[in-house]
């Protein structure tokens, strides 16, 4: 009964691959995030989604698309993956938002 | 532009004792202040959090401490325990035109000796 929960756990790739990650929630939150986690921790966000509406954009490469196929779910595909994709990137979610934020197990992309 | 600035990047504490841990923000747009721990391999866990018209909060051995003028906000671990060993991240939260966006500090790394 995992709250948040990410798919694949581990993603490893090579240059020039498209792969995508997935997000689901069991919350009943209408708001769900994608963040990035470098390799020195440093967490910055990168989307949010309230109720299926993109609704936070920050200055990320368009490589990077997000879906939200529904309130529950929230996709992160990537395209022509390069060598500075490699992080952790963790999804989580909130009521709404102004509710605090529940992340995700994250997933874990080298990209070689 | 790093909204929210923490220290120390490290510490170490021995266990029963506290373990402080700084922030400090520039920008007075943010209304809610929370605090994250994170395990290795794990995502960030929601810990405790403020919000800016209390200068105190306390749940257990954690405390928050917010000082509203000086823009900056603390956190307490009383009794430090081998388990709370892990990485801290304090947050601002953005409201107006920057609702919900979490800001991070860069974290802490705290290792409590048994």
């Known amino acids: 009964d995992t709250a948040v929960s990410q798919t694949p756990k581990y993603l490893v790739t090579q240059m020039g691959n498209d792969k995508s990650i997935k997000c689901e929630q069991n919350l009943g939150h209408d708001t769900m995030y994608w963040y990035k986690q470098d390799s020195k921790k440093f967490l910055k966000i990168m989307f949010s989604y309230n109720n299926k509406e993109l609704i936070i954009n920050e200055t990320v490469p368009n490589r990077f698309s997000p879906k939200s196929p529904d309130k529950a779910h929230l996709n992160l595909h990537i395209n022509s993956l390069e060598l500075g994709d490699s992080a952790v990137y963790f999804c989580a979610s909130s009521q709404d938002l102004v509710r605090e934020q529940y992340f995700g197990p994250g997933t874990r992309l080298t990209v070689t | 532009q790093q909204q929210v600035k923490q220290s120390p990047q490290s510490l170490i504490v021995q266990k029963g004792g506290i373990s402080i841990i700084n922030c400090a923000y520039e920008n007075t747009a943010f209304d809610y202040f929370p605090w994250y721990q994170q395990f290795p391999g794990k995502g960030p866990a929601l810990l405790i959090a403020?919000?800016?018209?209390?200068s105190e909060k306390k749940e257990g051995r954690f405390t928050i401490s917010f000082n509203k003028s000086a823009k900056q906000f603390s956190l307490h671990i009383m009794d430090s325990q081998p388990g709370d060993s892990a990485t801290y991240f304090c947050?601002?939260?953005?409201?107006?035109?920057?609702?919900?966006?979490?800001?991070f500090g860069r974290g802490t790394q705290l290792t409590v000796w048994p």
């Open positions: 403020i919000r800016p018209d209390v």
């Open positions: 947050a601002a939260r953005g409201r107006g035109s920057t609702l919900g966006r979490l800001y």
